[in-house]
């Protein structure tokens, strides 16, 4: 097979639109083309061979309800997992000419710390910037909030996830389908 430049490839969505089945699929799809696939998840994952430890670290610092923080300790735990995520495993990937598949990435830090902690995107896609120097086609996944609620049926859904109103679920959506790269 020739060697290509690497691809990046963001599926983006609310909790429960089917990121990482679609990832999974395009990657076996892919696969089966000779492409070599490198599959992340943003900010890290709980897939050890997805992460480093660093980001899996901060993703469960990330993830910690408990833990009041700042909207912009949270920017900056989350552009610090991608970063890792970047330097020690995308970037690489890229170079080598595979094709990186993610589900998340900083559009979801404009949907979540953007509208839902109130940062402007202008200083999102600065501080991104900063710590990424990503180029990338992303799509993005949406469904109507009662299917998202079905899909929290599901056992991998956590349970906090399935009580948020539908109310929320759609200004979610909205945000996320309004950021902007």
Request: with cysteine.
């Amino acid at each position: 097979m020739t060697q290509h430049q690497g691809n990046y490839i963001v599926i983006e969505g609310i909790d429960g639109t089917g990121k990482s089945t679609q990832v999974e699929l395009l990657a076996k799809h892919y696969q089966s083309q000779g492409y070599v696939v490198t599959v992340v998840e943003e900010p890290s994952s709980n897939d050890l061979a997805q992460t480093t430890p660093i980001a899996h670290y901060l993703r469960t610092v990330i993830k910690n309800g408990n833990l009041r923080r700042d909207p912009e300790i949270n920017l900056a735990l989350l552009s610090t997992a991608r970063r890792e995520l970047w330097q020690q495993i995308i970037q690489p990937a890229l170079e080598r000419g595979e094709t990186v598949l993610a589900s998340r990435n900083y559009f979801s830090t404009l949907a979540y710390q953007g509208y839902g902690e109130g940062l402007s995107q202008e200083h999102i896609r600065h501080i991104t910037g900063l710590f990424t120097s990503q180029r990338y086609l992303t799509a993005r996944l949406s469904h109507h909030p009662h299917a998202q609620r079905r899909a929290g049926t599901h056992a991998s859904y956590k349970a906090e996830r399935c009580s948020r109103d539908a109310r929320y679920l759609r200004i979610t959506r909205q945000r996320l389908s309004a950021a902007r790269p």
